[in-house]
């Protein structure tokens, strides 16, 4: 019956909002309620996307809002096998960290504030998924940019934290601006928004203007964090923990790939070409970068970066299933290393100096096998989940000769394993290498329970699970490629894994031993280090704003007030009020109330004259 | 020539409304308001629209003159003192003068309005007239039935109005200078 | 009644409003200001009644009752705005109030 599922749609889409309506309005005081609404919520949505998965049918509803001449601007659901994927995906993560979140922010003041900004993002993000037009991804997608911006600055009173969210706005904002033009484009060349009737012009056409699918990538680059745009990520991590795992790691920044995949019919060969190189690029610079690091979370949040540089170059190489198939395996196990994360820094008493940590495994037992279970994940140890997806696009590279791209990916498997066993050297082996690490203690229920279910259920099983219960539908189409490299070892990716996992893996886990409270790169190579940590985009960045874009704007500013100032306002727009406030005997511009209304008198008088007269 | 009671409330009226308009004491200048608007309001006795001016007195000279006066003395303002500002007093005079002429040739000497016949409805006012009565009942008939959306807004306007005046008035730290 | 026509009340109203304008022109205290006003609208609903009584129709006279209604809810708004400017810059006086110049 579609008509009930469309309703159950409704329920998952709105759900959201009614709770941060709720939570905003009437809570802000009572944040424990908000809390525990806004999870109860969450978890709700995560049950009936479940339902929506299993039922495995497609759900279309539309109802038109608007209708300007032949354009027709609606709201509406289009429920693919990709949306159930995704659906389920976010809902599923997103609840369990907001139990995370129960317990992580539970001395915050702010929690009721905290946790409506959870709740009005997951209408965001639902409402971007289920999307059947382009002006309402367009719309919900600006909502997720709000909600990202808001819970980004929770920490308000930091500077740093007040920086960060509004880099991340404008940054977005750069993207955004594509994006609008796109939708701009696709409404004058084919005079539709809607995906169905856009995925029909386009098989139609015999080709696909590059400016069509360039512009709309530029939404993708902006949200996904992928190159050049990719500068906000890092810093976003000034957010709350649950923030990072659930935005800037497993959702929200998946958003953008879910969204190629959706329109990968209007993307020409040559945004596709783009995409997939400079995806691959990203992700072994970015794996490298985690290298330089000693920050925790900013370390995850390049192996993010490496990560959607893969799930870019998946959609790159043509492969939009795969892509979605790595975002979903990233989803559970990034956002159990970010959880993770945050049990550690919350364990450690808000330390997320990895150099200041070491020996936690005796400590937190529980949280430091659910995160080496992930990290083993993200380095896509054979049938764990990371491997299937992960070790299925550098298959396909190779497969599809594209050998450039192929190494580039190779590199980013080997700095994956890299980065992941120095920071399961730093964090939970050894010493402890301060105060806070010797006296650091395991994590309230709350916060072990998402660790344990999405850590153990999902990285280890989410293989089992990607071949059997999710391609009921979703993943069909490259199911082939899958049996491929699950069961032929002699696969180049699965040589490249092995190798990359023995190297750099134990190599890490060595190397990163031998010296104390420092980082061993640093030590034995500063200037390999420096390279890596030095933030070269930020820098380009700043000298254009301050060299060029100043210059361009001081120039343009001068010509305002030579030829718009000086001829167009002074003597035409000046002279008049000039005569008439002479006549009067005042100024014209001088704040007076009364000298106001007398111009609204003569102006009513000069209308009634006209109409009289007439 | 008018009718003797029009005249005389005219005159008071015009009086009320200049003594409004010149006082330098802002109390001196509501009572003239007062005065005026009972002015007006017997000119709708004369008009025969009783209910109307029952409703002016009421409303206008009673509450909403009541209030401007509790301001007056609640804010405690300070009389005009001062050289009399007769450079505004000059400006004012010449400006109502030169309106009155306008007002007093269009009405008037124009003739427009001597030439419209009186009951003669122009042609697009004419949509379903309703009856004139002096009866009060009939202005209940026409807004429940004829005017029942208006009164609606104008219903929930005064609630909006309320809303508004108690959250304008509210003593809030960060209004005070 | 007889005697008097429909230019006879339009002037008085005429007047009435031209008499209100003036005060709000050159009167500096808000409260005075505010009244004139209110008799510019007097004024109107003056003109109102008595186009309504020679055109032998109601309609007029039903949009004076809202005109009464309106002006009620305005005057409490407006009011509570002079209580909320007095109690910011401590006058009511409009010459004090230049801000909008900058």
């Known amino acids: 019956m579609p008509s009930d599922l469309s309703s159950l749609v409704h329920w998952i889409l709105f759900l959201p909002l009614g709770a941060a309506a709720l939570s905003a309005l009437f809570l802000r005081r009572a944040g424990g309620l908000a809390a525990w609404l806004s999870t109860g919520t969450a978890f709700a949505i995560a049950g009936l996307s479940l339902n929506l ?68 993002f997951m209408f965001s993000i639902l409402g971007i998924v289920v999307a059947d037009n382009l002006l309402m991804t367009f719309i919900f997608w600006e909502l997720v940019g709000f909600s990202s911006y808001m819970l980004i600055a929770h920490y308000f009173d930091k500077d740093y934290a007040a920086a960060a969210s509004k880099k991340a706005f404008i940054v977005n904002r750069i993207g955004d601006l594509g994006f609008i033009l796109g939708i701009a484009m696709c409404l004058s060349l084919y005079g539709t928004l809607d995906f169905v009737a856009l995925k029909d012009h386009a098989a139609a056409a015999k080709t696909i203007p590059v400016a069509v699918g360039a512009l709309l990538m530029c939404g993708f680059l902006g949200k996904s964090a992928q190159f050049p745009l990719h500068v906000w990520l890092t810093d976003a991590m000034a957010g709350p923990t649950p923030v990072s795992a659930l935005i800037h790691a497993a959702t929200m920044v998946a958003a953008g790939v879910y ?39 900013k370390s995850l949040a390049y192996s ?10 998946a959609i790159g190489l043509g492969h939009p299933a795969l892509a979605l198939m790595h975002m979903a395996m990233h989803a559970f196990f990034k956002a159990t290393l970010f959880l993770g994360a945050g049990s550690v820094i919350h364990g450690c008493h808000h330390e997320q100096d ?17 995160f080496i279970a992930a990290t083993l994940s993200n380095c896509a140890v054979p049938f764990l989940a990371g491997w299937y997806s992960k070790d299925a696009i550098i298959e396909a590279a190779y497969h599809d000769g594209r050998f450039v791209i192929f190494a580039f990916l190779a590199l980013a498997a080997l700095a994956t394993c890299l980065y992941s066993g120095r920071m399961i050297r730093l964090v939970f082996l050894g010493e402890a290498n301060s105060e806070e690490a010797a006296h650091a203690h395991e994590s309230p229920w709350t916060m072990t329970l998402p660790l344990v279910v999405l850590g ?21 189409p490259i199911k082939p490629a899958l049996d491929a490299i699950a069961f032929h070892l002699n696969a180049p990716s699965t040589i490249v894994g092995l190798f990359s996992l023995v190297v750099g893996f134990f190599g890490a886990l060595k190397f990163y031993g ?15 280090y420096h390279l890596l940590e030095h933030r070269w985009m930020d820098g380009l960045y700043r000298w254009y704003v301050d060299s060029v874009q100043r210059r361009a704007s001081e120039f343009v500013a001068f010509l305002d007030l030579l030829i718009i100032n000086g001829v167009a306002v002074r003597w035409i727009g000046g002279g008049v009020p000039a005569v008439l406030g002479y006549l009067t005997g005042r100024s014209f511009h001088r704040g007076q109330t009364r000298a106001y209304a007398l111009w609204i008198v003569v102006g009513t008088l000069f209308l009634a004259w006209f109409l009289i007269a007439r | 020539m008018p009718d003797g009671l029009f005249i005389f409330f005219a005159a008071l009226t015009l009086g009320a409304a200049l003594l409004l308009v010149v006082s330098r004491n802002a109390v001196t200048s509501a009572m003239g308001m007062i005065l005026a608007l009972v002015g007006v309001a017997a000119e709708f006795f004369l008009l025969d629209a009783y209910f109307l001016g029952v409703l002016q007195v009421l409303v206008y000279a009673g509450a909403v003159m009541v ?37 007093l040739w269009l009405f008037h000497w124009s003739g427009a309005v001597s030439a419209v016949k009186a009951g003669s409805t122009p042609p697009e006012l004419s949509v379903n007239p309703a009856e004139f009565t002096t009866a009060a009942k009939s202005f209940g008939r026409l807004l429940y039935t004829k005017y029942l959306l208006p009164l609606e807004i104008a219903g929930f306007l005064l609630l909006v109005a309320l809303v508004g005046v108690v959250s304008l008035s509210k003593d809030n730290p960060e209004t005070k200078a | 009644m007889e005697n008097t026509s429909l230019a006879h009340h339009l002037i008085l109203a005429g007047l009435l409003f031209v008499l209100g304008l003036t005060g709000v022109l050159v009167r500096r205290n808000l409260l005075v200001v505010y ?26 006279a039903v949009l004076v009752f809202f005109v009464i209604t309106v002006a009620a809810a305005e005057v409490a708004v407006g009011l509570a705005l002079i209580v909320a400017l007095f109690r910011k810059r401590g006058t009511v006086q409009s010459d004090a109030l230049t801000t909008l110049r900058d």
């Not at chain 1, 990895?354 to 659910?370: E, F």
């Not at chain 1, 104390?516 to 390999?528: E, F, I, K, M, N």
């Not at chain 3, 609208?41 to 008595?50: E, G, S």
Request: positive net charge.
């Open chain 1, 53 to 120: 998965l299993s039922k495995g049918v497609d759900v279309t509803w539309h109802v038109e809002l608007a209708k300007f001449g032949g354009i027709s601007l609606g709201f509406g659901y289009l429920i693919d096998a990709n949306a159930r994927l995704m659906l389920f995906v976010v809902s599923f993560v997103a609840a369990w960290i907001h139990l995370f979140s129960v317990g992580y922010m539970k001395e915050d003041t702010a929690r009721g504030r905290f946790f409506a900004g959870l709740s009005i």
């Open chain 1, 259 to 297: 969204f190629m995949a959706r329109v990968s019919f209007l993307l020409a060969p040559d945004v596709l070409q783009f995409i997939a190189v400079s995806g691959a690029g990203m992700a072994a610079l970015a794996g490298l970068c985690a290298l330089a690091q000693t920050d925790i979370k």
């Open chain 1, 304 to 313: 993010t970066l490496a990560h959607l540089g893969i799930m870019g170059c």
């Open chain 1, 354 to 370: 990895m150099l200041k940590m070491g020996g936690l495994l005796k400590k937190m037992p529980l949280t430091a096998v659910t």
């Open chain 1, 456 to 476: 153990l259920v999902y990285s280890v099983a989410g293989g089992f699970l990607a071949s059997t219960l999710l391609p009921a539908g979703s993943l069909q």
């Open chain 1, 514 to 528: 031998v010296v104390r409270g420092a980082d061993a790169l640093q030590v034995v190579s500063p200037r390999t």
């Open chain 2, 67 to 103: 209030l401007f006066l509790f301001i007056i003395m609640l804010l405690d303002t300070e009389d005009a003192t001062g050289a009399y500002p007769w450079k505004t007093a000059a400006l004012g005079l010449a400006t109502f003068f030169l309106l009155a002429a306008s007002v």
């Open chain 3, 35 to 60: 009244m004139c006003l209110e008799l510019m609208l007097a004024a109107a609903t003056l003109a109102l009644v008595a186009f309504s009584r020679f055109n032998r129709t109601m309609d007029g």
